[in-house]
Nanobody, 123 residues
Framework: QVQLVEYGGGLVQAGDSLTLSCTAS?????MGWFRQAPGKERVFVAA????????NYAYWVKGRFTISKDSAKNTVYLQMNSLKPEDTAVYYC???????????????????WGQGTQVTVSS
């Protein structure tokens, strides 16, 4: 089981930027970011293949977020720009052991999860 630790959440104003980090205890996983707002289901935000070459985003990201990785640090980042109040949620990173990347948006495909980090965007 890979251990995942997220960093970088906080309270920001609408229009601000924030970068989340997720460090894994082991390398070479497909990684994803999900978020869960109060009273709502956990939903897909972005994913990056273990190679770092393929990335995918939820349609509503619309160019505002960028996922990247630093393989030397076993760390995945989520750069979030132009934040909106509706982006307020707990953000989770997740690791997927299987090499298949086609199910990147399916939370049940991920094996291990971080503890989550709160992002609050004020208007």
């Amino acid at each position: 089981q890979v251990q995942l630790v997220e960093y970088g959440g906080g309270l920001v104003q609408a229009g601000d930027s924030l970068t989340l980090s997720c460090t894994a205890s082991e390398p070479d996983y497909n990684m994803g970011w999900f978020r869960q707002a109060p009273g709502k289901e956990r939903v897909f935000v972005a994913a990056i293949a273990r190679s770092g070459i393929s990335t995918n985003y939820a349609y509503w990201v619309k160019g505002r977020f960028t996922i990247s990785k630093d393989s030397a640090k076993n760390t995945v980042y989520l750069q979030m720009n132009s934040l909106k109040p509706e982006d307020t949620a707990v953000y989770y990173c997740a690791a997927k052991r299987a090499p298949f990347f086609g199910d990147y948006a399916d939370k049940v495909a991920y094996d291990d999860w971080g503890q989550g980090t709160q992002v609050t965007v004020s208007s």
